[in-house]
């Protein structure tokens, strides 16, 4: 596929592919979630506004950050008339994450910091883990790796984390 020329004002759905080195299924599938959209043409073909392709990129950049797509969704259309994102839009929208960004690193340094060869599951199978769940004592508490719950997922879940071991 050649790179479309700087000026045209549309791109076909492989020349977007290409260009934003993602797979027209993605594009398909973000179309179909709303995040961004084409016309078509007599001949039923997708034809995207040049500026998708930043739109595209800035889902990227958020997707890769570890944003949700539900959330990147809910940022896009806080846009007027559905526009492309500008520096002072990813700037507030990023502002807006920080949030959620803090509390994934918080999680990945515990992550990091407390576990060699487990993944704080509070499992009963590895004997030699220095997380181990005796009696699954961390069952009473709820579901899921009790032990990586970082104090804002505390906060939704009503469980104190307990200190790294």
């Known amino acids: ?14 020349q977007l592919a290409a260009r934003s080195g993602v797979a027209v299924t993605a594009l398909h599938f973000y179309e179909e979630k709303g995040l961004i959209r084409s016309r078509r043409t007599p001949g039923n073909q997708r034809r995207y506004p040049r500026d998708t392709l930043r739109r595209v990129s ?7 950050v570890g944003i ?7 940022a896009l259309a806080t846009l007027p ?9 990813w700037a507030l929208l990023s502002e807006r994450w ?3 960004l803090d509390t994934r690193i918080d999680q ?26 005796p009696d699954d004592a ?28």
């Open 68 to 74: 949700p797509l539900r959330m990147v969704a809910e």
């Open 81 to 89: 008339d559905g526009r492309t994102p500008t520096r002072q839009d």
């Open 98 to 100: 920080r949030a959620e």
């Open 1 to 14: 596929m050649t790179k479309p020329p700087f000026d045209a004002k549309e791109l076909t759905v492989g």
């Open 58 to 64: 800035f889902i990227r950049v958020a997707q890769r």
């Open 138 to 165: 961390l069952g009473d508490t709820g579901t899921g790796p009790r032990r990586l719950y970082t104090k804002p997922l505390a906060d939704q879940t009503g469980f104190d984390p307990p200190p790294p071991a």
């Open 108 to 133: 990945l340094v515990r992550l990091r910091d407390t576990l060699s060869d487990c993944i704080g599951c509070g499992c009963l199978s590895i004997d030699r883990c220095v997380l181990r769940n």
